[in-house]
């Protein structure tokens, strides 16, 4: 199994940037497809982003397409989430999970590991 730790979150003006940082430990980090999740105040936890073991396909839901980037480097084990142009409406707990296989997947119930999360609050 892997373990999963997000770091990076915090007070952010609209408009301002933040980067997230899911540092893994444990079986093979390149063998798990990757993913980030937020879920905000009283809603169901949304899919964001996710990237393949090797790095070179990515995908986004509709709302962060253009202003968030999802990244991995495989050798340090860490997964990264670059959020640009941040609305308050991405203010949540952000949430890394790891999922075995080979295909890209926005289906929370597909991950098999998840990380405690991080706050990210964007202030309007």
């Known amino acids: 199994q892997v373990q999963l730790v997000e770091s990076g979150g915090g007070l952010v003006q609209a408009g301002g940037s933040l980067r997230l940082s899911c540092a893994a430990s444990g079986r093979t980090f390149s063998s798990y497809v990757m993913g980030w999740f937020r879920q905000a105040p009283g809603k169901e936890r949304e899919f964001v982003a996710t990237?393949?073991?090797?790095?070179?396909?990515?995908y986004y839901t509709d709302s962060v397409k253009g202003r968030f980037t999802i990244s991995r480097d495989n050798a340090k084990n860490t997964l990264y989430l670059q959020m640009d142009i941040l609305k308050p409406e991405d203010t949540a707990v952000y949430y890394c999970a790891a999922a075995l296989g080979f295909s890209l997947t926005t289906e929370a119930r597909q991950y098999e590991y998840w990380g405690q999360g991080t706050q990210v609050t964007v202030s309007s």
């Open positions: 990237i393949k073991r090797g790095g070179a396909s990515t």
